[in-house]
Structure formats: C-alpha cells, structure tokens
C-alpha cells in the first residue's frame, strides 16, 4: 500500500458545483495533515493543515478521520480558479519530520 | 512576508557534471528539506535536514547527494554526477514546526 495515496482525477466540474477529494494514508502514526495547492509548474503552497476535529476556510472544508486513516477536502461553489492539482501531505515517521506527498488530485472547473 | 529563495531558477547542464542547487530557507526556521518533482509526477522526498545534520532521507538521496548548509542562511543540494533521470525540478522547504514552505524551485535539466 503507498504511504499517501489519491485519485489522480481529473475530476471535471462545472462552476458553483461542490466537489470532495479524499486521500488515505498508511502510517496510523501519523501526526500532522495538511491540503496543498499546486499549480501546474509552480511550488506546492499550503491551503490548510487539517484538524482532528475538522476546519474550514471560507469555501474549504477539511476533515480527518483517524480509524479510517483518511483526510478529506471539500470544495463549495467552485471558480474557475480552483483548477490545480491538490496534494495530501502526511506526516510519515514517529519523529513527525518527514512530510509524504500524495500523488495529487486534478481539479478542472469548467465555466 | 519571509520566503523561501531558491537559484538558481532553471540550470541545464550535462550527464556526468556536478550541480549545486542553492536555497535560503525562512530564517527562523528549524527544519529544511529537498523534495524533487519529475515533470508530470508526483513531489517527492529527498532529504531532511536540522540541527546541522540529516535527519531523514529518502532511497533516492544516494551517494550521489549530500547537502550542507554552510553559513547559517544557505542550504544546498549537491549532485556529484549527474545522470538524465536526474532532470527534475528541486524544491527546497522549510518549516518552523508546522507546515511546510517552499522555495519556487530549481529546475534542473541534464543533457
């Protein structure tokens, strides 16, 4: 089983849709979560960690479930500007760290 | 706000020569890293690096690689001889104890 693993996608959605990727890991140790944004050819840039207890950001909302061993992020009333890849990423060793990427999520917003 | 520096921005060079990639991480930062990102794949994992020493490194930072952080500010990635397989773009990360922030990589192209 891959450390972090994700739908590749691309998940293809009209503007306004809501729209949820999942992303499940391997290392119950795990400690510390967080949704990236990548777009294509630039950096990784955080878009939120992610709670025990969930958290949300405006249209974002992200949730953890521990005897799953999966993260959750969900999207409302998408814009075109959330088309990018979005990346798990996932504390990996007991230490805390080493962060483990997921392979990414493609989101396409179509208008 | 702090960031992140990475140089250089793109470098080509040939199979069997040396690389230096150079990062100046967020200066209260503890942790630094090297992930690298071959085009159209996943980030992943190089090395870790705090208290002036490696703490974690991934399959891939083989004898080919090392890093040093040579004055306090800089962190370098060196590549003693490079193969092909090597052109990737390199990001280098830094964190204080939370998530991680990268630098706009260094893409690196062997020929």
């Known amino acids: 089983r891959k450390e972090v693993e994700q739908d590749p996608g691309p998940f293809n959605v009209p503007e306004g849709a809501t729209v949820a990727f999942n992303c499940t890991y391997s290392?119950?140790?795990?400690?510390?979560f967080f949704w990236y944004r990548q777009d294509c050819r630039k950096e990784p840039k955080l878009l939120m960690s992610?709670?025990?207890s969930g958290n949300e950001d405006g249209r974002f909302t992200a949730q953890l479930n521990r005897a799953s061993q999966y993260i959750s992020l969900l999207i409302r009333d998408s814009k075109l500007s959330d088309s990018a890849t979005y990346l798990c990423?996932?504390?990996?060793?007991?230490?805390?760290?080493?962060?483990?990427f997921g392979g990414g999520t493609r989101l396409m917003v179509k208008p | 706000e702090p960031e992140v520096t990475q140089t250089p921005s793109h470098q080509v060079t040939q199979m069997g020569q040396e690389v230096i990639l150079r990062c100046v991480p967020i200066?209260?930062?503890?942790?630094f890293y090297w992930y690298r990102q071959i085009l159209g794949q996943k980030v992943e994992f190089l090395v870790s690096?705090?208290?002036?020493?490696?703490?974690?490194k991934s399959e891939i930072f083989d004898d080919q690689f090392s890093v040093e952080r040579p004055d306090g500010s800089n962190f370098t990635l060196k590549i003693r001889s490079t193969k092909l397989e090597d052109s990737a773009m390199y990001f280098c990360?830094?964190?204080?104890?939370?998530?991680?922030?990268f630098g706009e990589g260094s893409r690196l192209t062997v020929l």
């Open positions: 992610v709670y025990s």
């Open positions: 200066s209260n930062h503890l942790y």
């Open positions: 990423v996932v504390t990996s060793n007991n230490a805390g760290n080493m962060l483990t």
């Open positions: 690096f705090y208290n002036n020493e490696i703490s974690e």
């Open positions: 990360a830094s964190r204080e104890s939370g998530e991680l922030f």
């Open positions: 290392n119950s140790a795990s400690q510390s």
